[in-house]
């Protein structure tokens, strides 16, 4: 399941829902990313997308995620839009029978969102606004996953 939001989510209540009667499921991850202010003059990070073009890969990689691991549920939830600094962006949660499979589609999921998904972030501050590239670190990480 995939959600591209405006408005916050509750961590808690996401994986619940995720969960909630299912026997099947011995191992729970989730991955929750923040607005951080690295310098302390970070006003607001404006969070843009492709509407439909967005959901549509997000779809795609959550599917692949499915094929690559045996999940027995995932769940990627994305806000767009205006976000102040300790807001919450991402939230990633996979779900299996065992730790192993759980913990790699997270970070899958999370590489994927980090490098190739079709948003596009812009850092305000009190001087102006730029932005932001993927870092070599985050393409070095999703690089692994590369299919041979």
């Given at each position: 399941?995939?959600?591209?939001?405006?408005?916050?989510?509750?961590?808690?209540?996401?994986?619940?829902?995720l969960?909630?009667?299912?026997?099947?499921?011995?191992?729970?991850?989730?991955?929750?990313?923040?607005?951080?202010?690295?310098?302390?003059?970070?006003?607001?990070?404006?969070?843009?997308?492709?509407?439909?073009?967005?959901?549509?890969?997000?779809?795609?990689?959550?599917?692949?995620?499915?094929?690559?691991?045996?999940?027995?549920?995932?769940?990627?939830?994305?806000?767009v839009?205006?976000?102040?600094?300790?807001?919450?962006?991402?939230?990633?949660?996979?779900?299996?029978?065992?730790?192993?499979?759980?913990?790699?589609?997270?970070?899958?999921?999370?590489?994927?969102?980090?490098?190739?998904?079709?948003?596009?972030?812009?850092?305000?501050?009190?001087?102006?606004?730029?932005?932001?590239?993927?870092?070599d670190?985050?393409?070095?990480?999703?690089?692994?996953?590369?299919?041979?």
């Amino acid at each position: 399941m995939i959600r591209v939001q405006t408005e916050d989510f509750d961590i808690g209540a996401e994986v619940t829902a995720l969960s909630k009667d299912r026997h099947d499921i011995g191992a729970v991850v989730t991955f929750s990313g923040t607005v951080r202010d690295k310098t302390g003059d970070l006003v607001a990070l404006e969070l843009e997308h492709y509407p439909g073009m967005t959901e549509k890969e997000l779809a795609r990689i959550e599917a692949e995620a499915q094929e690559r691991w045996p999940l027995e549920a995932s769940l990627i939830v994305h806000r767009v839009g205006r976000l102040l600094p300790g807001e919450n962006i991402v939230l990633v949660v996979t779900a299996s029978a065992h730790r192993q499979a759980a913990f790699e589609a997270a970070e899958f999921l999370m590489d994927y969102l980090k490098t190739r998904a079709p948003f596009w972030k812009r850092e305000e501050t009190a001087s102006g606004g730029d932005w932001v590239d993927a870092r070599d670190s985050d393409d070095t990480a999703a690089a692994r996953w590369t299919k041979k």
